[in-house]
């Protein structure tokens, strides 16, 4: 081995020790202290001097040549020979075998091939991504999410959002770009990168600064560099193909009357009331709507659920706590109890001060502060402040002569932060307290639920050991004073045989969901009620999904059949007069002799609102052509609404009528397009090769 050491810097000593027996490692540490150190620490040094570097390496060949001898004198290597030897016997040989097989037959994993070091998650050529892009692309996009939702997504919500999923596709295009851009040798100068990078931090952040941000996300100034060079010459295609794409004009000319347009109709309203009610059913029709309609009354599953319920609220018991101690803590917190004075408060801002002064003179001559207000040209809510406390008062000057005025008196002239002005005062409410009768039950309830906190804990623990020690759950829940409740039986959409909803179920959503992926008597861990408390529960019992006799459910099956009927006889009534009106009958005419309702609709536009057609019948209106009759739903209750086209009417002007903002989206939508397509094509030209582990592993890590 060859060891050498540059000029600018020191080389590290980088060795690595075959497997020894430990007589010859204490020989070696003893013989040789310097050379070993050095050796086992792979890391440069500071240097202080050349003779310094020369004394380390030279440590460093002495424990080299040490090894060396060491080997020598204990044999040639005779544990690597012991190996072999082993190696020859017919028994490793068949384990070999074997192990090759199981490669054969299982293949070899990701973390072996491609992914291998984990650090690449996916690759395209000789472009990759590697686990820290990936984690980062995905937090950023969670981070994003989350604020939208107000609350921090887990990994099981972002995966049901399609997170996951979004961030992995948009990295496929990241890499298949990173090895077009290697393909057609594109690059990036320093000055340029330089640039960029300064653009990122506002250019006036200092190297230190830099590396504290890119250490907040868990990223190296090294990899920071890396990957924004990567993406500004990403961009230099992104831009080629997308860049300044403006839809043609005959698309938005298009748009214009499609958005535009308005359409008059004439309609007839059958309502179901205007049809006769259709009779009871034989039994015949009865079993015969039953046997096409079996499934709709099949009883579901339904389980029986045992819980404990343990929170603040289900512990506290107020009656613990004596009167004393709340006296005492009403007496500690009286300040909590006061409501402080509030003053409502009116302000008359002058351009100067002599104005101001001249405004309060005429006020002590007997003007009114109200005809002052007006001689300024604004209304008393203009000058109206509001009702506010000492500390409140966005202005302390204002606050100061507001807070030293009696109720109706005008203050002296006041330089406010807007400019002199005049204060009044209008009404004043006096600091209150609440008397300690008042509060007393509230501060007990408080003070049980503190308690009740600090208990809670204790409470869990000794549940848990009772059941670890074997106790059922209504045992454990008696051991700590709590009640196990034991449902009636609930499906899964939390309803009871009655069909009606089970009211009082504790977190409903999750104990449902969790209880019906249990099985009988399967203890789980318990969920969270509330931000303190558990609850835990258990199935008792299960009634498997069912088919139901026409018996159990007759008196439903019964306001079906007539439902359907109903139905029936109200869409055969809508086409009799869509056909009377496509044989030129007209509508006002046929709704006078059925006894309908007939109305005009002027200027029904394709996004705009209408009581009696609805986003569903404007839908069906702008859905046929012209003089066209048709028959929609109404918008609400059961009808029908049969309607004829009578005008349509375009929009004037084209495509310079649209306004600016949806024109550039327009034409960024086209260059979305555009850029999906050149994507999908380079996935074609440059496969990309996914590591799932590897992608699983990225994500573990920053979790």
Excluded at 43 to 57: G, T, W
Excluded at 153 to 166: F, N, P, S
Excluded at 208 to 219: A, K, N, S, T, Y
Excluded at 441 to 447: N, P
Aim: hydrophobic content about 40%; charged content about 25%.
């Amino acid at each position: 081995m060859r060891l050498s050491s540059g000029r600018s810097a020191p080389v590290p000593c980088i060795f690595q020790l075959p497997a020894i027996s430990g007589r010859m490692g204490s020989a070696m540490m003893s013989r040789s202290p310097d050379g070993l150190a050095c050796l086992l620490a792979g890391l440069p040094r500071v240097r202080k001097s050349r003779r310094d570097d020369r004394a380390r390496c030279a440590a460093c060949i002495g424990g080299i040549g040490f090894i060396r001898r060491a080997f020598e004198t204990n044999g040639p290597f005779f544990m690597l020979g012991t190996l072999r030897d082993a190696a020859k016997t017919w028994v490793a040989k068949l384990l070999l075998l074997l192990l090759i097989l199981s490669f054969a037959v299982w293949g070899i994993s990701d973390q072996i091939l491609g992914g291998g070091g984990g650090n690449v998650v996916m690759e395209a050529g000789e472009s990759t991504i590697s686990a820290q892009q990936y984690r980062l692309a995905y937090e950023r996009t969670v981070r994003a999410n989350s604020e939208q939702f107000g609350t921090r997504l887990t990994r099981e919500q972002a995966r049901m959002l399609g997170i996951e999923d979004a961030v992995r596709a948009r990295m496929v295009g990241t890499v298949v770009l990173d090895e077009q851009a290697r393909a057609m040798g594109l690059g990036l100068s320093e000055d340029r990168l330089a640039e960029v990078i300064s653009e990122d931090f506002g250019g006036n952040l200092s190297g230190d600064q830099i590396r504290m941000v890119l250490g907040d996300i868990g990223m190296q100034p090294a990899d920071y560099v890396r990957d924004r060079e990567k993406e500004a010459v990403r961009q230099q295609i992104v831009e080629a193909a997308a860049d300044g794409v403006v839809m043609p004009a005959t698309f938005l000319d298009a748009l214009h009357r499609y958005q535009g347009q308005t359409r008059d109709v004439s309609f007839v309203e059958i309502d179901a009331s205007a049809i006769e009610p259709p009779g009871e059913p034989s039994e015949a029709e009865l079993s015969a709507f039953f046997e096409e309609n079996v499934d709709d009354y099949r009883a579901p599953e339904y389980r029986t659920i045992r819980y404990v319920l343990l929170t603040p609220d289900q512990i506290a018991n107020p009656a613990t706590i004596d009167m004393e101690t709340v006296r005492d803590e009403y007496e500690t917190n009286r300040a909590r109890y006061a409501q402080a004075e509030t003053r409502t408060i009116q302000q008359l801002v002058f351009s100067d001060r002599d104005a101001a002064e001249a405004a309060r003179q005429r006020i002590l001559a007997g003007q009114s502060f109200e005809d002052a207000v007006a001689e300024t040209g604004r209304t008393m809510a203009d000058a109206t402040l509001g009702t506010f406390e000492r500390d409140e008062v966005p202005d302390p000057a204002v606050a100061e002569a507001a807070f030293g005025l009696r109720e109706g008196a005008v203050s002296e002239v006041v330089d406010g932060t807007f400019g002199p002005l005049l204060v009044r005062v209008t009404e004043i409410t006096p600091e209150q307290t609440q008397p300690f009768d008042e509060v007393a039950e509230t501060i007990r309830r408080e003070l049980a639920q503190l308690e009740a906190r600090d208990i809670l804990p204790d409470l869990h623990d000794g549940y848990e050991d009772a059941r670890a020690g074997g106790a059922t759950m209504a045992e454990a829940a008696s051991s700590q004073q709590l009640e196990a409740v034991t449902l009636p039986p609930v499906d899964a959409r939390g309803r009871g045989k009655d069909g009606e909803p089970l009211g009082g179920l504790p977190e409903a959503e999750a104990l449902l969901e969790n209880a019906f992926e249990v099985e009988i008597d399967e203890e789980s861990r318990p969920l969270n009620a509330g931000r303190e408390g558990y609850l835990w529960y258990e199935v008792t019992d299960i009634e498997p999904e069912r088919a139901r006799t026409l018996d159990e459910v007759r008196d439903e099956v019964v306001a079906d059949w007539q439902a359907e009927q109903r139905d029936q006889a109200l869409d055969a009534a809508a086409e009799e007069v869509a056909q009377a009106i496509r044989d030129g009958a007209e509508p006002a005419t046929i709704a006078d002799e059925q006894g309908y309702r007939a109305d005009v609709k002027y200027g029904l536009a394709r996004t705009g609102q209408d009581a009696d057609f609805g986003a569903p019948g404007l839908a069906a209106v702008f859905g046929v052509g012209p003089n066209a009759v048709d028959i929609t739903e109404g918008a609400t209750g059961n009808r029908r609404l049969v309607f004829r086209i009578d005008a349509i009417t375009d929009p004037v002007g084209g495509a310079e009528s649209l306004a600016d903002g949806l024109r550039e989206q327009m034409g960024r939508s086209l260059g979305d397009d555009l850029l999906n397509q050149m994507v999908n094509r380079m996935q074609q030209e440059f496969p990309v090769t996914l590591y799932p582990t590897a992608l699983e592993r990225a994500l573990d890590a920053g979790a």
